[in-house]
């Protein structure tokens, strides 16, 4: 069932998570998403853009379209729009139903939201539709740990409260399974491990998968 916007106090709760986050988030991930997003053309669209902790790394003049379905995200990202330089327009619709023409588009980033979506799969085979033939999915994903693992155990074990304390966050999704099997002509993914003590969100990956 889809828990995820219903929740105005929610909402503005998720985005406040998220802006009080965000210098973490920099430390954490900031030196993989500059490697992503030096690579980028000057026009992207963002899935789950959320209140804007990656409009930090696009070029000043970037003309970027947000798809971020909580409204309380909406100031936030447009405040950070306005800071880093970003010609921002939002859609207020989900990512497994972009009001996005078919292959429109060179370039889609993701950072921490396919965890999140409500259908993974979905929102990767909307992504594959508007991108234009060679157009690239900029990703970066926390994922299941391997099966089996005393972490993948405990993943499933803490899944159901994680995923309503944090917006209908998933710990134990096979994200990498959804990109390998997407259709993707190729996917380039590194997975990597972070040095901080939230050893539930772990593994990542990155890369980018090309059309
Ligand atoms: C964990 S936050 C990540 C925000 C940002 N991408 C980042 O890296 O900090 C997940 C974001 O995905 C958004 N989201 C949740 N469900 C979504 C869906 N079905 N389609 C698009 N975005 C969604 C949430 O509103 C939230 O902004």
């Given amino acids: 069932m889809d828990t995820t916007h219903r929740h105005p106090v929610k909402n503005r709760l998720h985005s406040w998570l998220l802006e009080r986050g965000e210098a973490y988030m920099h430390r954490k991930y900031g030196p993989r998403k500059k490697a992503i997003f030096s690579r980028l053309p000057n026009s992207v669209v963002e899935i789950g853009s959320g209140p804007g902790a990656n409009l930090r790394y696009y070029p000043p003049g970037t003309r ?23 010609d921002l327009t939002i859609r207020g619709v989900k990512g497994e139903s972009l009001d996005l023409v078919s292959e429109s588009v060179a370039a889609v980033v993701g950072t921490l939201v396919l965890c999140s979506v409500d259908s993974p799969r979905q929102v990767v085979a909307e992504i594959l539709r508007i991108l234009k033939p060679g157009g690239r999915f900029f990703f970066l994903e926390h994922v299941a740990a391997m099966n089996g693992t005393p972490l993948n155990r405990f993943q499933d074990w803490l899944a159901k409260p994680w995923r309503w304390a944090f917006d209908g966050c998933h710990l134990n999704r096979d994200t990498h399974l959804v990109l390998g099997q997407a259709g993707f002509s190729t996917v380039d993914m590194d997975c990597f491990m972070l040095t901080s003590p939230a050893v539930m969100i772990m593994p990542h990956i990155f890369g980018v998968a090309v059309k």
């Fill in 64 to 86: 970027l379209t947000a798809i971020e379905p909580n409204a309380a995200m909406h100031a936030p990202l447009r405040a950070n729009a306005v800071r880093w330089g970003i």
